[in-house]
């Protein structure tokens, strides 16, 4: 829908900019310097107003579609990946990454650390 309310924003400026002209115009008959410069200018900013809405749909097109094929690659290699492992492996695997999740980021939980200083302390003795 942005795309829809992008192309009627920019039409109705454009209306606006060449009206402006028409304007011009009337109010200056004999200026045909002036009206020179503001059709020139008119068309200048017509142009740059119809190629920013361009470029930004193409860009926002490439960015949704490169998103896609992302995320569908990703989906099919885990898929692939789950489908190889044996029931054991993925209960090993959901227990590691409950693991990692309920390590608040570090790459060791607190419990194994203590567990790792003990087991040194004792070695020690």
């Known amino acids: 829908m942005t795309r ?4 009627l924003v920019n039409l109705l400026a454009t209306i ?3 009206l402006s002209v028409g304007l011009v115009e009337l109010l200056m008959p004999d200026g045909d310097l002036i009206l020179g410069i503001a059709l020139l200018a008119a068309i200048g900013t017509t142009v740059t ?3 920013v809405w361009a470029l ?3 860009d926002f097109q490439q960015e949704t579609s490169d998103k896609a094929k992302r ?3 990703a ?6 990946l789950l489908e190889l492992l044996d029931e054991d492996e993925r209960q090993a695997l959901k227990r590691r990454l409950a ?3 309920s390590t608040d980021g570090e790459m060791m939980s607190l419990a194994d650390l203590l567990k790792a200083q003990d087991s ?6």
């Open 16 to 18: 606006f900019i060449f």
């Open 49 to 51: 107003i119809w190629m």
């Open 120 to 125: 040194a302390q004792e070695r020690d003795r």
């Open 71 to 73: 995320a569908a690659g």
């Open 4 to 7: 829809w309310n992008g192309f």
């Open 99 to 101: 693991e990692d999740l």
């Open 75 to 80: 989906d099919a290699r885990l898929s692939l």
């Open 56 to 58: 930004s749909h193409f």
